[in-house]
Structure formats: C-alpha cells, structure tokens
C-alpha cells in the first residue's frame, strides 16, 4: 500500500523533488546514485513503472489517487488540493499527477544494438528500464545534438509510432527525461529504447561495425530521395540539430545522404526544408520500407 501524506504548504521541503529543483538538478540528485527525473500524468507514470522505473515519489490530488493506486506500490505519496497543485506546477495539471522517478543506468550502444530481447524491459542491463520490442534492432534513428527537449520527446513519439526499433544520442543530444520531453512523448520515451554514444567522432564507425547502412538526411537537393535510398538490412537514419542540421563530418562520413522530396513550389513559396519533427515523422516512414521482422 502506498504511503499516503496530506501537504497543505507548498514550500513544504518534502516537496523539493517538484517545487525547487530543475531538470540540471533533478538529474545530479540521489547522491551516489543516477539522478532523478518527473513523470506527469497517470498514463505516463504507468508506462515508467511498466519499464521499470522506481518511484520515489508521487505528488497529486485526492481525486486522481484512485486511478494510480495500483501501480505505486509502498510509494510515499504526498496528496495535496487542487490549489497547491496548480501553483506548484505553475498552471492547471489536467493529468493529475507528479511523480518523482530514479534514472536507470542506460545501456551502452552496442549492447543496446546486439542483444536478443524477448520484449521485457530488462533485457539489454540489469536494471535498465528502456524498451519493449522483440528481436535485435534492425532500423534505429540517431540524434545528432538536437537542444529542444520537446523536439526531442516529439521524436520519440513518431519512433514509437513508426515501429522504429532504437535511438541513439548524441553525446550532447538533449535528454529525453527531462520533463518536457516526457509529457511531450506520451510515455514514448519509455517505449523505445536508447543509449547515448560516449564518443561523438567514432560513432559512425561503432555503427558500421555492428552492421548498420548509416542514411545522413539533409535538405540538399542532390541527395538520394529516401524512398529511393538503399536499406538493407539494418539500418540508423541520422537527423540533425533544429538549426544547422548534420555536422559536416557525419554528413560526410555517412554511406548515403537521403532527402524528403519538396514539391517543387516550395522553393518559390520560401520553404526550403521542414522543421526537425515534421522531418522525422516523414524520414522514419521512408527508413521503415521493407524492413524485416525483428529478430
């Protein structure tokens, strides 16, 4: 049974999870351990658990207990009114809850791209929390230092929806457990499995050397259209940064570099590229022609 404690002030300290911490902080919380980081809504906090994050903590209001209950377990949960409620998250909280969640330690790149998983969310590390699909990953999406956390969750969104299998970070790609990347995600962050490249200039060849056909997207007009591009049998479509797109160096290192075709007004009508979420949804659909079953 959760630990249930009424918190009539705010500034109470044993709020400090969801009153005075920011993201940067949340994530250097838990002394010795790997940080924390906030889960809003009852569909997005049964998701994390589902996956295997601990709760350490839930923040809501005494009508939306009754719908978490089940999933919290022995956790200590703070319920407040609708008023304190509202002013801690700074406006209205129509999903009803808060909750506090330990990170887990994410698997490494090749560990998370050559293990058999039978789709539990323990598969790649002991402990790790990432994923759910069946098989070894055989069309992956890699972030290239995208700074927009909501981008970021938006991405993983249209991963989870597209059936794409893995993502791969950058090393300063922002991170998907910041909260408006979670909220933004709808729990896809959970979903789709990650792990984060620890060396930016070797990644491209860690990749190749587990097998995969790496696809560079730019908006450059001599690119291949990505319906037309070459897959084979596995493969990690590369995006770039909102502003600036792919560095010169991945662009350059990739097998392939693949566009999404512009109908030809856009030009004329000042459109020359789309935005990095709109590019994704599309570019995910084109990486997931003919690709195999997992496994």
């Not at 924390?36 to 601990?54: D, S």
């Not at 990347?181 to 990650?194: E, I, N, Q, R």
């Not at 991945?250 to 097998?255: F, I, P, T, V």
């Amino acid at each position: 049974m959760p630990e249930l404690i009424e918190v009539e002030d705010p500034e109470d300290p044993r709020l400090r999870d969801y009153v005075r911490l920011r993201d940067v902080e949340l994530r250097k919380s838990l002394e010795g351990g790997r940080g924390l980081f906030i889960a809003e809504g009852e569909k997005v906090i049964r998701r994390a658990v589902a996956t295997g994050y601990p709760v350490r903590s839930v923040l809501t209001t005494p009508r939306w207990l009754p719908g978490l209950a089940d999933v919290l377990g022995g956790a200590r949960v703070y319920l407040v009114s609708d008023e304190v409620m509202a002013g801690i998250a700074g406006f209205a909280v129509h999903r009803g809850a808060l909750a506090s969640m330990g990170r887990v330690e994410l698997p490494t790149v090749k560990a998370l791209l050559t293990a058999e998983r039978a789709g539990g969310a323990r598969d790649v590390a002991e402990g790790s929390g990432h994923g759910a699909f069946a098989g070894t990953p055989r069309r992956v999406l890699v972030l290239e230092d995208l700074v927009d956390h909501g981008n970021v969750g938006a991405i993983f969104r249209c991963a989870a929806a597209l059936g794409v299998e893995a993502v791969i970070l950058s090393p300063r790609c922002a991170d998907p457990l910041y909260r408006r990347s979670v909220k933004v995600s709808m729990g896809a962050v959970f979903a789709v499995p990650y792990a984060r490249m620890t060396n930016w200039h070797a990644g491209l060849d860690e990749l190749r050397e587990l097998g995969f056909r790496t696809l560079a997207l730019t908006p450059d007009q001599t690119a291949t259209p990505i319906d037309e591009a070459v897959m084979g049998p596995r493969v990690a479509l590369l995006l770039g940064s909102e502003g600036d797109g792919l560095s010169s160096r991945w662009l350059r290192e990739a097998d392939e570099a693949v566009r999404i075709p512009m109908s030809p007004q856009a030009m004329s009508l000042g459109v020359d590229s789309l935005n990095v979420v709109a590019a994704a949804a599309i570019a995910c659909h084109g990486l997931m022609r003919g690709a195999p079953a997992g496994g």
